[in-house]
């Protein structure tokens, strides 16, 4: 019932240069928050390693989506170089189980896997790493500072849900908005 045609041109031919420009990286400095979906793994891992290091070394937020199955089954190296410089991570719960079958953690528990991703090594010590589970109409899991959280989610009727494309990404949007104003979880 749902289906998403991306074309990724640009995306496609970015890479770390775009950073080294002046301009482009007084953003990356001006910023609280830097947020990367896991779909530029593919494209430029030199990049968000960049910006990673960077807000590591500066207590800046670099937040990074799991974004989808397949980059966590055949971009893990790629993930796992990136994954030490996330402050936040992001992801639904058909991630949070790839997550687990590729990386072995024993469990389908997403409480025990988002724990499990928010103890992975993690440059910047000065916070611990968020972690945030989506899971549809059921509730949000959360890890902040070792503890496990569930916020529940309104269920919409399926009459008014035209096209579930995008629901995570407006969910990172929104939530990044609040937590850049400093709003508690």
């Known amino acids: 019932d749902r289906s998403l045609v991306t074309k990724l041109d640009a995306a496609n031919h970015f890479t770390v240069s775009h950073l080294e420009d002046a301009k482009n990286w ?3 400095e001006a910023s609280k928050a830097v947020y990367s979906a896991g779909f530029f793994l593919t494209v430029s891992v030199d990049s968000m390693l960049k910006v990673g290091k960077y807000c590591a070394a500066n207590n800046k937020t670099y937040c990074l989506n799991l974004s989808a199955p ?3 089954q055949f971009f893990k190296d790629q ?8 402050d936040i991570v992001f992801g639904n719960e058909t991630e949070a189980l790839t997550f687990a079958e590729t990386f072995n953690l024993g469990t389908t528990d997403i409480k025990k896997i988002a724990l499990a991703i928010s103890m992975l090594p993690k440059e910047n010590g000065s916070k611990g790493r968020l972690v945030i589970i989506t899971q549809g109409a059921d509730p949000v899991i959360c890890v902040e500072n070792g503890q496990v959280l569930e916020f529940a ?5 399926a009459d008014k849900i035209k096209d579930t494309n995008g629901a995570g990404d407006a969910f990172v949007g929104g939530f990044l908005a609040q937590y850049v104003q400093g709003r508690a979880l």
Not at 153 to 157: D, G, H, N, Q, R
């Open 79 to 86: 993930m796992m170089s990136v994954m030490p410089f996330a």
């Open 26 to 28: 007084k953003v990356v």
């Open 153 to 157: 989610a309104e269920k919409l009727s």
């Open 70 to 72: 397949f980059l966590i």
